[in-house]
């Protein structure tokens, strides 16, 4: 039985896209044989959050100085204390990356490293001089000490290969889990957008990267366009908010004078004059995710920059239609007709909202129905688990060269 450890510098929902991808990815391992141990760093969520992870271990460490990278040498001991014969870095640039290389060098164990993004361009720009220094001081030297470097898909590899990284490289996408049976739970919009009206949902992170200042310019575009049904759509802007961002969005959504509310703090949608077009929701997690998904007649993901988002692959499995950049590296949902392309402009995404309001009913139905097919050939995490046993089995020198690895 292979031992491994997963390290994270976050458990909670802080991690974004990570804590499922990590979470499933664990639980998924430990199904399938694998003795798993998780840990990660604790934030003001960790408790609260600790349940996504059951039934696998998971050990959370308070960060002591410096901060800046969640130094905790509670962390090194305890997974020194595990033992594992294999551990897998997940992101880069704070004290996991330390952690596993130290573990690495003092017992002579492999590791493997998932950047989940964080090596493509756009995201080494972002933070630039915090990161040039993270890489010299410690992130350089644990990438190159990995026996394999995961990309989430070809385009990630690519970007791998032109930080100068020669280790070997497996492309495997992350999972996804297929929902079962029908949600009844109301969606957080349910009062304040009146019957009949169509939701295009965006679920993700309210960041920068996320390309939410355009898609609102795009939205406001088209709602002055001569498209008939327009107006009957509306855009519900559900995440969690970084560094304000949120408000910058409702700023410009006042500048564009186009309508919007925030479900947290206004009545409902009979005394809201004129109508929203634009709805913020917050947070949302567990069956109000869920619900978000199930209840949305579409989806949207702007992005600039992606690893590979788990949120598209949860609107796939929902048989959502989805609007997405080239930049969401999911260029499988292009090729089977699951997702429309819009380049992450004004311009292109206004072109990519035209194209979804303008379908049927039946047409958007059928698009959601090839996504969820799409996600049962693909990107299931029975597969997704498979696919990383037999590299790590590779590794420790007990198999064959894995189809997932990409020659040199």
Same mark, same amino acid.
């Given at each position: ?11 909670? #929902?802080?991690?974004?896209? @990570? @804590?499922?991808? =990590? ?68 992101? @880069? ?7 596993? *290389? ?7 164990? /492999? ?28 992130? #350089?030297?644990?990438? #190159?000490?990995?026996?394999?470097? #995961?990309?989430? %898909? ?18 495997? /996408?992350?999972?996804?889990?297929? /929902? ?9 919009? *349910? ?25 609102? *310019? +795009? ?33 410009? %959504? ?8 925030? =479900? ?11 109508? +929203? ?5 917050? /947070? ?7 619900? %978000? ?19 598209? @692959?949860? +609107? ?6 989805? =609007?997405?950049?080239?930049? %969401? ?20 995404? +206004? ?23 799409? =996600? ?33």
């Amino acid at each position: 039985m292979i031992k491994s450890a997963h390290l994270t510098a976050s458990v909670s #929902r802080k991690a974004g896209g @990570l @804590l499922d991808a =990590v979470s499933r990815l664990a639980q998924m391992q430990q199904r399938q044989g694998m003795a798993v141990k998780v840990f990660g760093l604790w934030d003001e969520f960790a408790e609260e959050d600790m349940k996504a992870w059951h039934p696998v271990s998971v050990a959370i460490f308070k960060p002591t100085w410096p901060k800046l990278i969640g130094q905790s040498l509670q962390f090194r001991v305890a997974l020194n204390d595990f033992a594992p014969d294999i551990s897998h870095t997940h992101g @880069l640039w704070l004290y996991p990356s330390i952690a596993a *290389k130290n573990y690495s060098q003092k017992n002579n164990r /492999p590791y493997l490293i998932s950047p989940h993004g964080m090596l493509d361009p756009w995201a080494l720009k972002n933070s630039r001089w915090k990161k040039m220094i993270a890489d010299w001081l410690f992130e #350089r030297e644990h990438l #190159r000490g990995a026996q394999c470097l #995961r990309a989430l %898909c070809v385009s990630e590899a690519h970007s791998i290969r032109q930080h100068q990284l020669k280790n070997a490289i497996a492309v495997i /996408p992350n999972g996804i889990d297929l /929902p079962t049976g029908t949600d009844s739970s109301a969606p957080p919009w *349910k009062e304040v957008i009146e019957p009949g009206k169509k939701v295009l949902l965006f679920l993700s992170r309210i960041h920068p990267k996320k390309g939410l200042v355009n898609l609102l *310019k +795009a939205w406001a575009q088209i709602r002055i366009s001569e498209i008939r049904n327009s107006t009957e759509w509306v855009l519900a802007i559900a995440g969690w908010d970084q560094g304000g961002h949120e408000e910058l969005l409702k700023k410009l %959504c006042t500048e564009l004078r186009m309508p919007f509310t925030d =479900v947290r703090d206004q009545p409902p949608a009979s005394s809201l004059k004129p109508p +929203a077009s634009v709805i913020f929701l917050g /947070p949302q997690f567990n069956t109000a995710k869920a619900a %978000c998904y199930h209840h949305c007649d579409a989806f949207v993901l702007p992005s600039v920059s992606e690893g590979l988002p788990m949120v598209v @692959l949860e +609107a796939w499995a929902h048989s959502k239609p989805v =609007v997405m950049t080239p930049e %969401c590296n999911l260029p499988e949902g292009f090729q089977a007709d699951a997702a429309i392309r819009a380049e992450a402009t004004e311009a292109g995404l +206004a072109a990519g909202l035209n194209e979804l309001q303008r379908m049927t009913d039946s047409e958007r139905i059928d698009m959601g129905r090839r996504a969820r097919d799409l =996600v049962v050939a693909r990107f299931t995490w029975s597969r997704v688990a498979e696919q990383l046993q037999s590299i790590q089995t590779w590794i420790l020198g007990g198999g064959g060269k894995p189809d997932c690895l990409l020659d040199a």
